[in-house]
C-alpha cells in the first residue's frame, strides 16, 4: 500500500507499481482538498515525484555502473537497464495521462505538460543517449571476430580490426569524462558525445568501405551474402546501410 513518497526507495522493478496508487491519491486530494487543488501546487507535487522517480533510476543505473559493465564486456547489462530505467519514467507519464483524462469538469488539470515533465523529459533524453551509446559498442564488438576472404580479404580483414582499435580507443576516452553521465545537470555531456559520435561516423563510413570493397571483390552470391552475413547487427547503421542501399540492385541481379 503506497503511503507517501519514501515507498520510492523499494526494489527499482517495483516502482512502477506505485504510480497508479500515487495519482489516484493526487486525484483524490485534487477533488476533495479545498487548499492544495490547485494548478500551481500540483505542479510541485509532480515536479517532486518526477525528481524521486529519476533519483531512484540513478540509484539503480548511474555513469559509474554503466562504465564498469563496459570494462566487464557487459555493454548489454547496462543497455537492459537503461532501458528499464526509460521504461520506467515512460509509464510515470502514462499514469499521469491517464488520471489528467479523469479530472474532467471545472476540476480538470489544466496544465502544460512542459511545465510538468521538464527534467524528466532531458534525463529521458539522457537514457536515450547513453543506450546508443552501448548499443554501439555491443554491434562494433563483432568486428574483432570478421574474417573476409577473397583476394583482398586479408588486407580489409586488417583494416576492420584497425577500425576496431580505434573505436575502442575513442569508447576509453569518452569514459575519462570527470561527471556522472546520468547527471542532467550536467551539460558537459551534450559536447563529449557529440565528439563521440562525430568519431564514430568516421569510423563507419571507412567501415562502409571496407565492405563495398569486399562486395565487389566477391564473385559469387553465397559470397556476397556470407559477407553481409559477417557485419551483422552493423548493417542497419545509417551510414553502412545508405552504402549498402547501391548494391541491393546487384544482389537482385545475381539472384535472378
Excluded at 10 to 31: A, K, N, Q, S
Excluded at 45 to 55: F, M, T
Excluded at 195 to 213: D, G, V
Aim: net charge negative; glycine share 4%.
Amino acid at each position: 500500500m503506497f503511503r507517501d513518497l519514501t515507498d520510492l526507495g523499494r526494489e527499482f522493478t517495483e516502482v512502477p507499481d506505485l504510480f497508479v496508487p500515487i495519482m489516484h491519491m493526487i486525484l483524490m486530494i485534487w477533488t476533495y482538498s479545498p487548499n492544495y487543488n490547485t494548478p500551481a501546487r500540483l505542479v510541485v507535487l509532480i515536479r517532486e515525484i518526477c525528481n524521486a522517480i529519476i533519483s531512484q533510476c540513478r540509484k539503480y543505473i548511474d555513469g559509474q555502473a554503466i562504465f564498469g559493465c563496459i570494462k566487464n564486456e557487459e555493454p548489454k547489462e547496462a543497455h537492459d537497464k537503461l532501458t528499464l530505467a526509460l521504461e520506467t519514467c515512460s509509464k510515470f507519464k502514462d499514469a499521469y495521462f491517464e488520471y489528467k483524462g479523469k479530472a474532467k469538469g471545472a476540476n480538470q488539470w489544466k496544465i502544460t505538460t512542459n511545465a510538468l515533465f521538464v527534467r524528466l523529459d532531458s534525463f529521458q533524453e539522457r537514457c536515450q543517449d547513453i543506450m546508443h551509446f552501448t548499443s554501439t559498442i555491443i554491434q562494433f564488438n563483432k568486428l574483432q571476430k570478421i574474417e573476409i576472404g577473397n583476394t583482398k580479404g586479408k588486407q580489409l580483414t586488417a583494416s576492420v580490426l584497425q577500425i576496431f582499435d580505434e573505436f575502442n580507443k575513442a569508447v576509453e576516452e569518452f569514459m575519462h569524462v570527470s561527471y556522472d553521465i546520468m547527471d542532467i545537470e550536467k551539460r558537459q555531456f551534450d559536447d563529449d558525445f557529440y565528439k563521440f559520435r562525430n568519431r564514430i561516423k568516421e569510423l563507419e563510413r571507412r567501415l562502409a568501405s571496407i565492405l563495398t570493397q569486399g562486395f565487389d571483390d566477391s564473385d559469387t552470391i553465397i559470397g556476397k551474402f556470407k559477407l553481409l552475413d559477417s557485419f551483422e547487427g552493423l548493417l542497419y547503421r545509417p551510414i553502412i546501410q545508405d552504402e549498402l542501399e547501391k548494391k541491393h540492385i546487384t544482389l537482385l541481379e545475381l539472384y535472378k
